[in-house]
């Protein structure tokens, strides 16, 4: 690699930038994690983990990556055989299904077109219609991290409460927490499933579920073989703000610095500061002509933001440029939209300039690729971040 001065822009919606004061409090020395410093920052980390999740269960913290927390919520609370309600939402949504299955669950997967979120309705009649209350668990990805689309979680709550099942809500939170409202005991979610590389600020490598007391007594007449993922042990352990295993001790120190810069700046001004950079993302995103692939207003991400290319335009090539050129990274179409479609960024630690650093990136790109663009997204959203907010 020839050398790049400046600072590479990781665009990518997730893993996301890590913040100087998270990166100096990682690079401290290892601690013994069963002696008494670790449990002053096992307790600390999980007691804010609560405050991010918006609750007051306890939330669960694996060494593992998002795919490992999904786990944890399928074999923790279901047996085999078991059915669960899930949905094509996108890319996350159809391989979260695929573990289901793979798992030995029977899944009903309702399908979808990658451009809207989950259909409460859909959830009330399927639930309503199952009057035997087969289906064990309904599984939703708030944010689908592969569209820019999410899924309104009260309202599917709402619509599972009317159909007076039992189910226990599983909800995938890995981009959308810290970045987005959500709210673990007010929307009466059994499971959530996060990860620490999106809004959290981390590296990768911190898997979360945070746990209800329905999931919990599920837990205990679950048969899905489990051991590693096993809440049980957790949360004996936890107690005493200690882990059954070694945990990322490095990462732990990373998240108490993160959980601080996130309360510090205060939660609700995290979750306006993403929607109002998401909001100057769209109004670029129709300034070039370009169409943002989220189809209902009430469904756009703060995360992220997916953009569909015009037919015959590669969206890959594109980003190859932009990476060449301008040395920033953008998320690749997944799945069906490999080529389609790339996906800006705007989670995590992030500002006004780097997100007009970042939709002048894409636009240099798209002029330098030869995509036809309407007017500059990089004025339009300057304005837009110009207003008061
Ligand atoms: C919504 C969603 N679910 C699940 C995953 C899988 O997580 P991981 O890649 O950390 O295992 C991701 C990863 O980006 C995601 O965005």
Redo the contacts with the bound molecule.
Sequence with gaps: MTFRSGRHFLQIP?PTNVPDRVLRAIERPTIDHRGPEFADLGREVLEGMKTVCQTAAPVVIFPC???GA?EAALVNTLSPGDRVLMFETGH?GTLWQEMAAALGLQVDFVPGDWRHGVDPAVVEQRLTADSEHTYKAVAV?H???STGVTSRVPRVREAMDRSGHPALLLV?T??SLASMDYRHDEWGVDVTVA?S?KGLMLP?GLGFNAVSDKARAAAESARLPRLYWDWQPMLASNARGVFPYTPATNLLYGLRESIDMLLSEGLKNVFARHARHAAATRTAVQAWGLEVLCADPGEHSSSLTGVLLPQGVDADALRALILARFDMSLGAGLGKLKGRVFRIGHLGDFNDLMLLGTLAGVEAGLLAFGVPVAASGVAAATRQLAQPN
């Design positions: 997730g990556s998002g795919t999904w996350f990805v944010n689908e991290t995938d890995i981009s990860g590389q990768p």
